[in-house]
């Protein structure tokens, strides 16, 4: 199984390019995954970070206090920003804008955990920041959500509040307490860990995508580049933040990953839960699912040629 996990966690990024791919194309072979399923398997996706988590992975907010507040400040500033700015750039209708907004105002996910590990990142930071950015998740998204909408559409903060605790901190706060309680049995079904999560994302993208081929296929190349640049755009931004604030390269890689990768899981949910009206909302999610996952896997790829080149530079 550690095997398996290994091999699904290396490959994850075409995985899921395939998925989304066969998805679109032949939307039909996908369409048995209910979209009712998503909360579910993103319930599945939270439980095992939770599990994989100790309550020393929160002590980081007092060890360094200054990271965290950086990486909390950028996450729920840069990405909602360029979320409004691309969107009112491109001249997206009020449907897709709710949909990139929401892809913004969501914290960063569990892959950029795995970015940051991969690129030889400061893995203890990003766990930190995502760790904490989900804890204010429940009030900072649907507040920003509502701030950057309220003048376009009518937004449900409690129905967003409610569902963000529901399908994250809840699932995280339970694998919190059976690693807790059952840490033995935890260490033992840890390695298959990886292929659950990389199954589970690759049904929600299978789902979402699917289930809006047509939206997705309709809206071209418009909803891709901005879905590319808001991911890009958010990298950039974080690497610059790093050198602003003088940390040092592993810190300035967590940061970078951090504020470029969201869970964009959650924005679908939330696309659907509270604005039920707006069909086209969950488009931006889904594209963003398949595309952060391939670009942070280039990212890492680059970082780690870059890292070994100056490793043997060094020498």
């Known amino acids: 199984m550690k095997r398996i996990s290994e091999i699904l966690g290396k490959y994850m990024a075409w995985i899921v390019l395939f998925i989304a791919v066969l998805a679109l194309l032949l939307p039909k072979t996908c369409m048995w995954i209910q979209t009712g399923w998503v909360n579910y398997l993103l319930m599945i996706v939270m439980f095992g970070m939770g599990t994989t988590m100790n309550l020393s992975d929160f002590s980081i907010v007092f060890k360094r206090p200054r990271d965290i507040v950086i990486g909390c400040l950028s996450q729920f500033t840069v990405m909602p920003l360029l979320a409004f700015l691309l969107g009112k750039l491109f001249g997206l209708d009020n449907e897709l804008l709710v949909g990139v907004i929401l892809v913004g105002t969501c914290p960063g996910g569990t892959a950029s955990n795995v970015i940051t590990y991969l690129s030889k990142g400061d893995t203890a930071l990003s766990v930190g920041m995502t760790s904490i950015n989900t804890l204010l998740a429940p009030f900072l998204t649907p507040l920003l959500t509502y701030l950057f909408l309220r003048t376009t559409v009518s937004v449900n903060t409690t129905a967003m509040f409610v569902s963000i605790i529901q399908v994250v901190i809840v699932p995280i706060a339970l694998g919190l307490l059976i690693n807790k309680l059952f840490g033995r049995i935890t260490r033992r079904v840890k390695d298959a860990l ?6 589970a994302i690759g049904l929600i993208v299978a789902s979402v995508v699917s289930h809006n081929s047509e939206k997705i296929l309709s809206t071209g ?20 933040i790093g050198i602003l604030f003088k940390m040092d390269l592993p810190r300035k890689k967590a940061l970078a990953i951090e504020v470029g990768m969201q869970n964009s899981g959650l924005a679908t949910t939330l696309a659907g839960s509270a604005f039920p009206d707006l069909t086209m909302a ?34």
Do not use: D
């Not at 190349?221 to 610059?240: D, K, Q």
């Not at 990212?299 to 780690?304: E, Y």
């Open 282 to 315: 969950t488009v931006p999610g889904a594209v963003f699912s398949v595309w952060h996952n391939i670009s942070g896997a280039v990212l890492a790829g680059f970082l780690q040629k870059k890292e070994a080149y100056r490793e043997v530079a060094g020498n």
């Open 194 to 199: 990886p292929a659950v999560s990389v199954t």
């Open 221 to 240: 190349l418009t909803i891709f580049a901005i879905v590319a640049l808001h991911n890009l755009l958010g990298y950039l931004c974080g690497y610059l």
